[in-house]
Every structure is written in structure tokens, then in C-alpha cells.
């Protein structure tokens, strides 16, 4: 692991980014991306994190002015504290989560600083996130999540359009409404393609009659059927559908991901490290998983070239046997932060320089730049 670090100062720095198009899923619909970047500084790097909140906390009860408002006030203090610093000077970034733990909750907080503070470390060192980690893989299989769209023909057309350039799964968003008949339509077009739902807790276990009807499609998961609080019933509907049920929102922590397999509640997890708390711990998820015979993917959050690159880090271990929500930076921007990540052949490449690899462009950057502000945490 890294040897430590001494934090100098640390930027909070708002965005905003226009969606290429309308993004809808059970929770809404999204046309723009507000985004909170973290910039740690110290003697000898620079490092940067994404906070994947949304502006709205209907995806999850996070969301991003108070995720800028908890880092501000408790968790940056807490880091810049005579304990925090000790901390991080004897051990690096897995100290972060142990130093902000009194604080409950705001996981996507304490991923972005501890990511940010992870790439520091890495950068000085002249290590990469995914060799840091624990990847395997040189590049990793390219997935697209298709949005819920008006009509059946516009989502033909759509998924038709990412399977020409290269994306080896497609999944679609699903709810009441918008499930059987899409999925029918998408199988019937398109043949044996990997093809997977997600449904982001729109159904009840009263649905179950219903969601069978998915079974014949011989989809690789559906995703988050029911409500994140509800594992028994997920454990309950895996008995009444053949689909192997993936659980995304449910899934918090590597606890909680050993509970939810030892009560047979999904067969496939979705890790989004932002969700879980951070990389570490995402880490921690994947390895539970493999103890148990189950397969992990990685998920997305709209993130911007930063979060992105990450991501492709992480799907580089062994255990991401599925392919992940890793998109090509065109499918939601016209223009990322960074260089673009491109797919090559359904697959992206895992970057292989200092820390995460890509940064952000200052021209870019400053243009989308809708607040910044810099936090001193330097001691005599």
C-alpha cells in the first residue's frame, strides 16, 4: 500500500456538464450533470476525486450541496485535525475511512476525499490505481446503460446505435409501464446480445407475477427491483423468478454485501464505489463476492473522465466477470474534463500511468467551473 501523506491544502470545485441527451430513469429525468470535484494538494502531487451525488437526493439521500456542506464542515476538519494528519502521514489514504467514521453516513463524500487523497499518493509514488488496487486486466468489456425512452422505436433505434460502435452489453432502465414489452422488442431485434434490466427499486414483491415475465428473455440480471431497505423480499423474489437478481442500491458496504448473499438476496452485485464509501472498500466488496462464488460489475454514475478512469481501474480485477456501465466519455458528454476515454473493439483500456491516469484539462476545466474554493489545511 502507499506510504503516506502529508495534505497541504484541498479544493472543492462545483461543475456543470450538459448531457449529450435526457438521461431518465424511475428517479427522473436528467439533462445536465452538477458535479463536485475534490483537488488535495501536498508537497509532492496533486490529486483528484469525483463525488457522484446528484443534485437532487432522489437516488439516493445524498446529495451534492450537502456532501460540499459535510466535507466543509466536518470532514475536511476532521482530516486537517493533529489525529487526522498522524494518521495520514503513518498510513496513506486507508486511514481516511477509520478518521472520518464518527461521522455517519455521506459515503460519496468520504469516497471523493479518500480517492482524492489515494491519487496523491499514487502520483508521488509513480504507481497506477488499478496496479494499487489489485487489476489483472489490460483493458475491460465496454457496457452501455440505455435510459427509458417514449417509444419502443426510439429505444431500438438507440440500443441499435451503441451496438455499432462496439458496447458488448446493453442494459435498460425499467419501471412500471416500460419493462416487458421494451425487453421484447430489444430481444427480438437485436437476437442473443447481453442484455440486462434495471429497475432502481420501482417494484414490490407484489410484482412478482409481472417480473416472471422477464424470465423467458434470458437476460443476464435484473438490477434493484425492490426497495434498497428490503433484502428479505429480494431474497423472497429470487425464489418466485428465474433472473438472477443484482442488487445495487441495497448494497452499502462489504457487511452488507455478505449479508445479502447469505440470505439469498441477490446472486450479482453492482459495485459503485461512490455508493460503498470509497475504491477500498469497493475492494473489500469485490473480495467477499469471489469468497462466495459471485460475480461483481461495476457500475456508473454519469461520472466525468475522473470518476471514469477509476472505474475502468477498478473493473480490472479479477472478480468483474460482468461487463460494467463502462462507457465511452461521448456517450454522456460532448465534451469531458479530461481526454476523452474512447472503447476500442466493446472494450476500454485501463490506465496504466501515475494515480489515476487522466486530469482534468485547465482551459476545460475552468470553463464549467461554477464555484471553487481552496481550504488550507497546512500546519506550521
Known amino acids: 500500500m502507499t506510504q503516506g501523506v502529508d495534505i497541504e491544502a484541498i479544493e472543492l470545485r462545483r461543475i456543470a456538464l450538459p448531457l449529450v441527451a435526457p438521461f431518465r430513469t424511475s428517479f427522473g429525468t436528467q439533462t445536465d450533470r452538477d458535479a463536485l470535484l475534490v483537488k488535495v494538494v501536498t508537497g509532492d502531487a496533486e490529486g483528484w476525486g469525483e463525488c457522484v451525488a446528484d443534485a437532487d437526493p432522489l437516488y439516493s439521500s445524498e446529495y451534492i450541496a450537502t456532501q460540499e456542506e459535510v466535507m466543509r464542515g466536518f470532514l475536511i476538519p476532521a482530516l486537517a485535525s493533529d489525529a487526522g494528519r498522524h494518521a495520514l502521514r503513518q498510513h496513506g489514504a486507508p486511514a481516511v475511512a477509520r478518521v472520518l467514521s464518527p461521522f455517519k453516513g455521506h459515503r460519496m463524500a468520504k469516497a471523493a476525499l479518500e480517492t482524492a487523497i489515494l491519487d496523491a499518493e499514487l502520483r508521488a509514488e509513480g504507481r497506477s490505481l488499478a496496479r494499487e488496487l489489485g487489476g489483472v486486466a489490460a483493458t475491460v468489456p465496454s457496457g452501455v446503460s440505455v435510459g427509458i425512452m417514449d417509444e419502443i422505436a426510439q429505444l431500438l433505434d438507440v440500443v441499435g446505435g451503441y451496438l455499432a460502435e462496439g458496447y458488448v452489453r446493453i442494459k435498460l432502465k425499467i419501471e412500471p409501464g416500460w419493462d416487458v414489452e421494451p425487453v421484447r422488442a430489444v430481444r427480438e431485434r437485436f437476437g442473443d446480445i ?139 458528454y460532448a465534451r469531458d474534463i479530461t481526454e476523452p476515454l474512447r472503447i476500442q473493439d466493446g472494450h476500454m483500456r485501463v490506465p496504466t500511468g501515475p494515480g489515476l491516469g487522466p486530469t482534468p484539462i485547465p482551459e476545460i476545466l475552468d470553463e464549467v467551473t461554477t464555484s471553487v474554493g481552496l481550504i488550507d489545511v497546512s500546519r506550521p
Open 194 to 332: 447481453p442484455l440486462q434490466v434495471d429497475a432502481n427499486t420501482a417494484y414490490t414483491l407484489r410484482d412478482a407475477r409481472h417480473l416472471a415475465r422477464l424470465d423467458p428473455f434470458d437476460l443476464l440480471l435484473i438490477e434493484q427491483p425492490l426497495e434498497e431497505d428490503d433484502m428479505l423480499g429480494h431474497a423472497d423474489l429470487a425464489k418466485l423468478i428465474s433472473t438472477p437478481i443484482c442488487l445495487d442500491e441495497s448494497i452499502l458496504s462489504a457487511q452488507t454485501a455478505a449479508a445479502a448473499i447469505r440470505l439469498g438476496a441477490c446472486e450479482i452485485v453492482n459495485i459503485k464505489p461512490g455508493r460503498v464509501g470509497g475504491y477500498l472498500e469497493a475492494v473489500r466488496i469485490h473480495d467477499v463476492a469471489a469468497a462466495h462464488g459471485k460475480a461483481v460489475w461495476c457500475g456508473g454514475m454519469l461520472e466525468t473522465g475522473i470518476g471514469r478512469a477509476a472505474n475502468v481501474a477498478l473493473a480490472s480485477l479479477p472478480g468483474f466477470t460482468l461487463p460494467g456501465d463502462i462507457s465511452a466519455s461521448h456517450r454522456f
